[in-house]
C-alpha cells in the first residue's frame, strides 16, 4: 500500500535517485571527505564552551546572523559593497539558488567530473541538469565544449569549482571569465577550498552582474558547523534571500563560528600545515610506479591507478585501516581513480605505507 502511495506521488526523478551515500569510517583514519583531521587547543576548547553555557537555546537564533555576518565579512576579505547571504552549508545555498531560477525546461550546467550536489539539487528542484566533459589529460575546461553546450543549452545557473572537487585542479582564470562574459545566466564559482589554493575570484565581484563567489568553512575546520555564504550584487542576494528559510543558521553555529572566525590564526596554521603535508604527499606519490598523480590545489589528491586495479587498491587500504574515495566505477573520466584527503603526517605516513605495499605486491 506504501509503494502505491510512493509510485503515486513522489516525483519519478526522486524515486529514480538514491540517496547520497556516506559510508560508516569505524575506527578507519578518515581520509574520505576532505575534512581538516585537526582539533583546537584545549585552552580554547574551554573558552568556546564557556561561551555555549552563555547561549540561549529557547530563543530563535537571530534570523539574519548579523553578528557572525559581519565576522565572516572581515574574516574572508568581500568587497565591502557586495552582500553576503549565509547558507546551512554551501549545499543548501546551491539548493536557494538553483529554488530561485527553477524552472522544468531551464538548465544547470557544470563541467563533469565535478561536485555531484549540482547535478543531484537540479533533480530535486525540478530543473535539467548537463554536465559538460573536462579535457580527459588534465581535467582542464574543454572550452570549445563548454561554449557549444552554452549556445546550446542557455543555462540559468554554471556552476564552477574554483579549486574542482574531485579533480583538485583551478581552471585558468582567462576561461572562467570568457564564460561569465558568454553566459547568459548567472555563474557561481565554488570556492569551497579557497584556504588551500593560490587564487580566488572574490575580487573579481562587482565587475561582472552575473558573478557571484560561494564557500564553506567545512573545508577549513568546520565541517561540524555547517555553514557556508555567497558573495555577489546585492540585487541578485536580495532575490535569494527570500527563499532562504529564516533560521537556517541556528544559534549553536552562529556562536561557534564567530568564535572560531575570532580565532581564525589557528585555523589557518592548519591549513598551513596541510599545504605542506599535500606538497609531501604528493611527492611520495608521484615517486610510486603504477600511479598517475594529478596536482591539486585543495586538501585531496586525485590519481589513477594503473592495470585496472583502483578498487583493489581502495580494499587494501581499507584493511590497512585507511578510508579514502573510490571514483573508478563512476564512470566518465574517472576511470581507475581514487582520492586521498589530506590529513595529519602519521595518517599520511600510513597511507603510503599501504599504497606502497600493495604497488610493491
Ligand atoms: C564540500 C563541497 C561543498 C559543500 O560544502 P558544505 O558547506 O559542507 O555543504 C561545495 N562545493 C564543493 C566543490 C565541495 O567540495
Not at 529514480?16 to 560508516?24: C, I, M, R
Not at 572550452?143 to 585542479?169: C, S, V
Request: with cysteine; charged share 20%.
Amino acid at each position: 500500500m506504501t509503494s502505491k502511495l510512493i509510485e503515486q506521488w513522489i516525483r519519478p526523478e526522486i524515486q529514480a535517485l538514491s540517496a547520497y551515500h556516506v559510508p560508516d569510517p569505524g575506527n578507519m583514519i578518515k581520509l574520505d571527505a576532505m575534512e581538516n583531521p585537526y582539533t583546537w587547543p584545549q585552552s580554547m576548547v574551554d573558552e568556546w564552551q564557556g561561551l555555549l553555557k552563555q547561549t540561549a537555546l529557547n530563543r530563535y537564533p537571530d534570523p539574519g546572523s548579523r553578528s557572525l555576518q559581519q565576522q565572516i565579512r572581515s574574516a574572508f576579505d568581500i568587497p565591502t559593497e557586495m552582500a553576503v547571504m549565509l547558507g546551512n552549508g554551501s549545499d543548501e545555498i546551491i539548493q536557494i539558488i538553483a529554488m530561485a531560477v527553477a524552472t522544468p525546461e531551464r538548465v544547470i550546467l557544470a563541467p563533469e567530473p565535478g561536485f555531484v550536489m549540482y547535478n543531484m539539487i537540479a533533480r530535486f528542484v525540478g530543473m535539467q541538469y548537463v554536465g559538460v566533459p573536462l579535457n580527459a589529460d588534465d581535467f582542464s575546461l574543454d572550452m570549445a565544449a563548454m561554449k557549444a553546450a552554452i549556445a546550446k543549452h542557455r543555462p540559468a545557473l554554471i556552476f564552477l569549482a574554483y579549486p574542482n572537487n574531485p579533480t583538485g585542479n583551478l581552471f585558468e582564470r582567462a576561461q572562467i571569465e570568457e564564460i561569465i562574459e558568454l553566459a547568459p545566466g548567472l555563474v557561481v564559482i565554488d570556492e569551497a577550498y579557497a584556504a588551500f589554493a593560490d587564487d580566488s575570484f572574490m575580487s573579481s565581484l562587482g565587475r561582472y552582474p552575473n558573478l557571484l563567489v560561494m564557500r564553506t568553512v567545512s573545508k577549513m575546520g568546520l565541517a561540524g558547523l555547517r555553514l557556508g555564504y555567497l558573495a555577489g550584487p546585492a540585487d541578485c542576494l536580495q532575490e535569494f534571500d527570500k527563499i532562504r528559510l529564516p533560521y537556517n543558521i541556528n544559534v549553536l553555529t552562529q556562536v561557534s563560528a564567530e568564535f572560531a572566525l575570532h580565532h581564525k590564526d589557528v585555523l589557518d596554521e592548519q591549513t598551513t600545515l596541510l599545504r605542506h603535508e599535500r606538497a609531501r604527499l604528493y611527492q611520495h606519490m608521484t615517486a610510486m610506479n603504477g600511479l598517475t598523480v594529478f596536482p591539486s590545489q585543495a586538501n585531496f589528491i586525485l590519481f589513477r591507478v594503473a592495470d585496472g586495479r583502483a578498487t583493489a587498491l581502495f580494499e587494501a587500504l581499507k584493511s590497512g585501516g585507511v578510508l579514502i574515495k573510490n571514483l573508478a566505477n563512476a564512470g566518465g573520466l574517472l576511470q581507475g581513480c581514487l582520492r586521498v584527503t589530506v590529513g595529519k603526517p602519521e595518517e599520511n605516513d600510513r597511507f603510503v605505507e599501504v599504497v606502497g605495499e600493495f604497488l610493491g605486491s
